[in-house]
């Protein structure tokens, strides 16, 4: 009995510290992981469905132990599909431009692509990231229009390229859009906070 309680305890400690470390978790630029990898960052920009710039800086912050993941994508593409690299939309996304973006598609077709600012999307814990491939020119791959359409056999191809190099590192798809990766499944965020912008 005695055991046991003090194996609890332990346990206890053990997740505590854990949960502990993953709020304290850093978000780290992923351009460092991969010098091939290109940025398209467009909420940095004014080429996105808002027409605004609600990003500081186009770079591409993730919690590490997600960035970490990226490099067996890159890994499984130079195996399976040489001079492809990954392109980078979107990563952690600060929850202020979570609210700008809400606020422009609330009540029309859009929404269902953006998270309520209230419940929050996993991008505001830098634990999802949005992207493409691109070729060795660094090109963008032709995926077919990100909402309707019918696809041609190479736009499915490539879809299904970059699904199988994302899931081979460990990040599971969104349905809805074949962009969106986690790196981190909502109930295991549980307990942490959206990050502030570093
Ligand atoms: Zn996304």
Not at 41 to 59: E, H, M, Q, S
Not at 132 to 141: Q, R, Y
Not at 169 to 191: M, N
Request: glycine share 6%; with cysteine; proline share 5%.
């Amino acid at each position: 009995m005695c055991f046991l309680r003090l194996s609890l305890a332990f346990l206890l400690v053990t997740l505590t510290s854990f949960l502990a470390l993953a709020k304290k978790e850093p978000l780290v630029d992923v351009s460092a992981l991969d010098k091939r990898w290109v940025m398209d960052i467009r909420y940095a920009t004014t080429k996105n469905f808002t027409g605004k710039v609600l990003y500081p800086a186009a770079r591409c912050l993730l919690l590490a132990s997600v960035a970490k993941k990226l490099p067996k994508a890159q890994a499984y593409l130079d195996k399976h599909a040489k001079g492809m690299r990954l392109m980078f939309k979107d990563c952690y996304r600060p929850l202020s431009a979570q609210k700008k973006m809400w606020e422009i598609v609330k009540g029309t077709p859009k929404a269902r692509y953006v998270a309520n600012p209230k419940r929050g999307s996993i991008h505001n814990y830098g634990a999802a990231v949005d992207l493409t491939l691109a070729n060795k020119m660094g090109h963008e791959l032709d995926m077919g229009t990100p909402f309707l359409g019918k696809l041609t056999q190479a736009q499915v191809d490539n879809r299904r390229l970059l699904r199988r190099a994302m899931v081979h590192a460990g990040f599971k798809q969104l349905s809805i859009e074949w962009w969106h990766f986690d790196g981190i499944v909502w109930r295991a965020l549980k307990g942490r906070s959206p990050k502030r912008r570093p």
